[in-house]
């Protein structure tokens, strides 16, 4: 089980001009994991099938890269809601049913798993306050982006300071979705419509997830922005639930997304 290879994650430039405030982060590949198979890479995926030792391989990698300890790096069984969790330790047994999480404690790296929905790493840098969220298109729409910007607010955090950054998720001209996917945005607020357009399949649309989720970042009163990268369409880079299940694979992998504060 070993890899010659470390791991190299993608940095954003806007979060990347942080070190000075000792904030580190990366949105994790598939690149300098130990999995084989159809998890091959870097899978960090608890709720995977791969093998187990791998996982934990897969995760200390991670964690010494963020400069943290295996125990301090931290990540959510993660349901698709709206429900965030402040952090001041870890995790003493399960993981919390949430979809984001936020501290002030240096030494702590968050995480957010993904393979298609959005990764979006947060920080404060000002008052030393970061976040980590997974949105996909359910936790998206019913807030958990605004919930994890509120969470950073109860711990000091300065919204207008606050830099938000979409991470690998799909495109929309790989997200084909059903009518009652869009009569629900629709629903929700008319305006959304612009993030539909018609695909090859009668009935059927493209959702632009990227763009619904710097929008609401930036709605919200953030600076959010996104990498621009597909997971779908990159397969040697992403794992990516969609392709897995157009080619009828028993399960995938998952990559994360970290960001910490150096103790």
Same mark, same amino acid.
Request: hydrophobic share 40%.
């Given at each position: #089980? !070993?890899?010659?290879?470390?791991?190299?994650?993608?940095?954003?430039?806007?979060?990347?001009?942080?070190?000075?405030?000792?904030?580190?982060?990366?949105?994790? &590949?598939?690149?300098?994991?130990?999995?084989?198979?159809?998890?091959?890479?870097?899978?960090?995926?608890?709720?995977?099938?791969?093998?187990?030792?791998?996982?934990?391989?897969?995760?200390?990698?991670?964690?010494?890269? #963020?400069?943290? !300890?295996?125990?301090a790096f931290l990540s959510l069984y993660q349901v698709h809601s709206p429900d965030v969790v402040i952090v001041e330790k870890p995790f003493d047994g399960e993981r919390p049913r949430a979809d984001a999480l936020v501290t002030k404690i240096p030494g702590l790296a968050l995480g957010a798993t993904s393979a298609d929905c959005g990764p979006i790493l947060f920080a404060?840098?000002?008052?030393?306050?970061?976040?980590?969220?997974?949105?996909?298109?359910?936790?998206?729409? &019913?807030?958990?982006?605004?919930?994890?910007?509120?969470? #950073?607010?109860?711990?000091?955090?300065?919204?207008?300071?606050?830099?938000?950054?979409?991470?690998?998720?799909?495109?929309?001209?790989?997200?084909?979705?059903?009518?009652?996917?869009?009569?629900?945005?629709?629903?929700?607020?008319?305006?959304?419509?612009?993030?539909?357009?018609?695909?090859?399949?009668?009935?059927?649309?493209?959702?632009?997830?990227?763009?619904?989720?710097?929008?609401?970042?930036?709605?919200?009163?953030?600076?959010?922005?996104?990498?621009?990268?597909? &997971?779908?369409? !990159? !397969?040697?880079?992403?794992?990516?639930?969609?392709?897995? &299940?157009?080619?009828?694979?028993?399960?995938?992998?998952?990559?994360?997304?970290?960001?910490?504060?150096?103790?």
């Amino acid at each position: #089980m !070993e890899s010659a290879v470390s791991p190299c994650p993608v940095l954003a430039p806007e979060l990347a001009a942080l070190a000075a405030n000792g904030i580190r982060h990366g949105f994790f &590949t598939r690149q300098g994991g130990v999995s084989q198979g159809i998890y091959r890479g870097l899978n960090i995926g608890i709720g995977s099938n791969d093998d187990a030792a791998a996982v934990k391989e897969n995760r200390r990698r991670v964690a010494q890269w #963020m400069g943290v !300890e295996p125990q301090a790096f931290l990540s959510l069984y993660q349901v698709h809601s709206p429900d965030v969790v402040i952090v001041e330790k870890p995790f003493d047994g399960e993981r919390p049913r949430a979809d984001a999480l936020v501290t002030k404690i240096p030494g702590l790296a968050l995480g957010a798993t993904s393979a298609d929905c959005g990764p979006i790493l947060f920080a404060e840098p000002g008052a030393g306050i970061i976040g980590a969220a997974h949105a996909g298109w359910k936790g998206a729409l &019913t807030g958990v982006l605004e919930a994890t910007i509120d969470a #950073m607010e109860i711990l000091g955090a300065r919204r207008d300071r606050i830099i938000a950054v979409l991470g690998p998720s799909i495109s929309q001209k790989n997200y084909e979705v059903g009518p009652e996917f869009v009569q629900r945005f629709c629903a929700d607020k008319p305006e959304n419509q612009r993030y539909f357009i018609a695909s090859d399949k009668l009935g059927h649309a493209l959702f632009d997830l990227n763009a619904y989720t710097v929008d609401r970042l930036n709605a919200a009163g953030v600076q959010g922005s996104q990498l621009g990268r597909c &997971t779908y369409a !990159e !397969e040697e880079l992403f794992f990516s639930y969609r392709r897995t &299940t157009h080619r009828s694979e028993p399960d995938y992998g998952r990559q994360i997304s970290a960001i910490s504060i150096q103790a």
